[in-house]
């Protein structure tokens, strides 16, 4: 059982570099610009102490609401009990970096809109193109 009730308390392994990516931060991570509504993913780094977030955000998702000088704001919904609270923290940016967790939404996206597009044109025949997710459905069935 624990007796340190700290900050950083039992974040021994959370907070720990990788093996073999230790050392000075790349300066990538520092050129990156950050607009407010963007999503990031707030990844705290053991390396650089300063403006680093409590544990409880570690690897959570949030939208940009405020950029200055060496942070960014978040918000970020964190449940309490039975509901959700908006928490709007600031972390630096070291702490931070852009999420990907729209990319292939996005992509979808795009590919629904040429198909559509296309199809109004008169490129493709037939009934119109139906752009909803499926399901992958069972599997063949084979001989054991």
């Given at each position: 059982?624990?007796?340190?009730?700290?900050?950083?308390?039992?974040?021994?392994?959370?907070?720990?570099?990788?093996?073999?990516?230790?050392?000075?931060?790349?300066?990538?991570?520092?050129?990156?610009?950050?607009?407010?509504?963007?999503?990031?993913?707030?990844?705290?780094?053991?390396?650089?102490?300063?403006?680093?977030p409590h544990k409880f955000y570690h690897g959570k998702t949030g939208r940009v609401w405020n950029v200055t000088r060496?942070?960014?704001?978040?918000?970020?919904?964190?449940?309490?009990?039975?509901?959700?609270?908006?928490?709007?923290?600031?972390?630096?940016?070291?702490?931070?970096?852009?999420?990907?967790?729209?990319?292939?939404?996005?992509?979808?996206?795009?590919?629904?809109?040429?198909?559509?597009?296309?199809?109004?044109?008169?490129?493709?025949?037939?009934?119109?193109?139906?752009?909803?997710?499926?399901?992958?459905?069972?599997?063949e069935a084979q001989v054991v």
């Amino acid at each position: 059982m624990p007796h340190s009730f700290g900050y950083r308390a039992r974040t021994r392994h959370m907070f720990a570099k990788k093996f073999r990516k230790k050392g000075t931060l790349p300066t990538g991570r520092f050129l990156q610009t950050y607009k407010r509504g963007q999503l990031v993913d707030v990844i705290g780094d053991g390396a650089v102490q300063q403006g680093l977030p409590h544990k409880f955000y570690h690897g959570k998702t949030g939208r940009v609401w405020n950029v200055t000088r060496r942070a960014v704001g978040v918000v970020i919904n964190k449940r309490v009990g039975n509901r959700y609270l908006k928490k709007k923290i600031h972390v630096r940016i070291e702490h931070v970096r852009p999420s990907r967790c729209q990319e292939e939404f996005l992509k979808r996206v795009k590919e629904n809109d040429k198909l559509r597009s296309e199809w109004k044109k008169g490129g493709m025949k037939g009934p119109k193109p139906v752009f909803k997710r499926s399901p992958a459905g069972p599997r063949e069935a084979q001989v054991v």
